[in-house]
């Protein structure tokens, strides 16, 4: 795809004044095309486990979402593509069949080509309405809803193709020229927060019914008592998490749930998913690299980091801990725009200045994913976005180096079953006082 990725990927947060509706959905959409830009065709058809998607069905699938939910809309419209219909719809039955997701890497038609065509097609009709002004609020909050789901899309296309490239025998890099982060002096030892017990306000106000968006599993905003407790000044550090290896972390099951260790066993877990043998090595979306000591651990999954909590003398925070903590900070970190594609190192800090909870790695927390009280999802085969995956999943908190710039807040729940290790998953400790 002969794309300049690094080109595209800048968008307009530089303006003074907040884009326009039509303006986001240019720019978000210029930066999934540069984020496919350095895939070969053949890259991007491959599926290399049922979980993930391939980099061309992702591509597909967020135009659908605008094709169907946006200018499916208008009066007399007829599809582009009809037979495609069940080909990238994901999960929405209200509307119609789906084609299963762990064959997905089959779909070796339609040719990316003719993918990308589709993509500038359904682009032009969707700019066509915007200038002429004949979407209805309907319309407009389906189309709010696309671009932030686009780049949840733009974060799962990433490790997606990070696994796929991995899980190649010439695990080649993503991008060549892809920035290592920058090194640091030996991390100082990470510091404890300390939160007296307190209530304390939790998630965010309905959308649409308030004008800032919030996914609806955000919502509503209510009073949560959160007991006294410490939170850790950073995340748990590759070196950290390396001692817990040494110590026999893999090997103890009086660390591991039952779930968990039974995982272990089966899928012979014995260190994060892209460590080399060695402990020395890591795989990056820019090839491999040594690892960093002081960088974040990532690619973890939730029976990993709740077993090294443990093994630390600690736990993995609730998701209204870590709320509570990141509610006063400003959503700021290494989010996948800083264009390292990698967790780097904690910035010094003063004492008691929370680090590192935006951006970099998400954050597991112990709370299983669930309605808040009183929620309601969206109305319509919108409500089938966030509210029917409410059983055997965590929680996840505050972004990745993956994750766009803007895209995440302190009420922002991300949520993935336990077992899951490609993320950009790692933890916080907490402890009770």
């Known amino acids: 795809m002969q794309i300049s990725s690094a080109a595209l ?17 240019r720019a978000v959409r210029r930066a999934s095309m540069a984020l496919a830009a ?3 065709a053949e890259d991007a058809m491959v599926q290399s486990m049922p979980e993930a998607s391939p980099a061309k069905w992702h591509l597909a699938h967020t135009t659908w979402f605008f094709e169907q939910f946006v200018l ?3 009066p007399g419209y007829q599809p582009l593509q009809p037979q495609w219909r069940a080909l990238f719809n994901s999960y929405y039955q209200s509307i119609g069949p789906a084609h299963a997701r762990a064959q997905r890497g089959l779909l070796s038609r339609p040719a990316l080509s003719q993918v990308l065509e589709y993509r500038a097609q359904v682009d032009d009709r969707v700019g066509q309405c915007l200038r002429a002004g004949t979407l209805d609020g309907e319309a407009q909050r389906h189309l709010e809803l696309g671009l932030q789901h686009e780049q949840q899309h733009q974060e799962l296309l990433l490790t997606d193709i990070k696994h796929a490239l991995w899980s190649s025998p010439l695990q080649p890099a993503y991008r060549d020229d892809l920035s290592a982060p920058p090194t640091s002096p030996a991390s100082d030892a990470a510091l404890w927060i300390e939160s007296p017990e307190r209530i304390v306000e939790i998630g965010a106000p309905a959308w649409p019914a308030h004008a800032r ?12 008592l959160v007991p006294a407790h410490a939170l850790a000044d950073r995340p748990l550090s590759n070196a950290e998490y390396r001692a817990f290896i040494d110590d026999g972390g893999y090997r103890d099951p009086l660390l591991w749930m039952s779930d968990g260790w039974a995982q272990l066993q089966a899928g012979q877990w014995r260190r994060p998913l892209y460590w080399d043998e060695a402990l020395e090595r890591e ?9 960093d000591p002081d960088a974040p651990v990532c690619h973890l999954s939730w029976f990993e980091a709740d077993a090294c909590a443990r093994w630390a003398g600690a736990r993995l925070p609730t998701e209204f801990e870590w709320e509570a903590a990141a509610s006063a900070r400003p959503p ?4 996948a725009d800083a264009g390292l594609l990698h967790p780097k190192a904690a910035p010094v800090a003063g004492p008691g200045v929370p680090r590192q909870l935006f951006g970099d790695v998400w954050e597991w927390t112990s709370s299983a994913y669930g309605a808040y009280p009183g929620f309601r999802p969206l109305p319509g085969s919108a409500g089938e976005y966030n509210g029917k995956f409410m059983c055997g999943q965590f929680v996840l908190r505050g972004g990745s180096c993956a994750t766009p710039a803007g895209h995440v807040r302190a009420s922002y729940r991300n949520f993935f079953p336990p077992a899951a290790r490609w993320q950009f998953g790692g933890l916080r400790l907490a402890r009770d006082i």
């Open 9 to 25: 990927l800048k968008t307009s947060s530089a303006a003074t004044t907040p884009p326009t509706l039509a303006e986001r959905y």
């Open 38 to 40: 350095p895939l070969t």
């Open 72 to 74: 499916g809309r208008q």
């Open 213 to 224: 968006f919030a996914y609806d599993n955000e919502s509503p905003r209510h009073r949560v």
């Open 283 to 291: 795989y990056t979306l820019g090839g491999w690299r040594a690892l």
């Open 332 to 335: 700021a970190g290494n989010f």
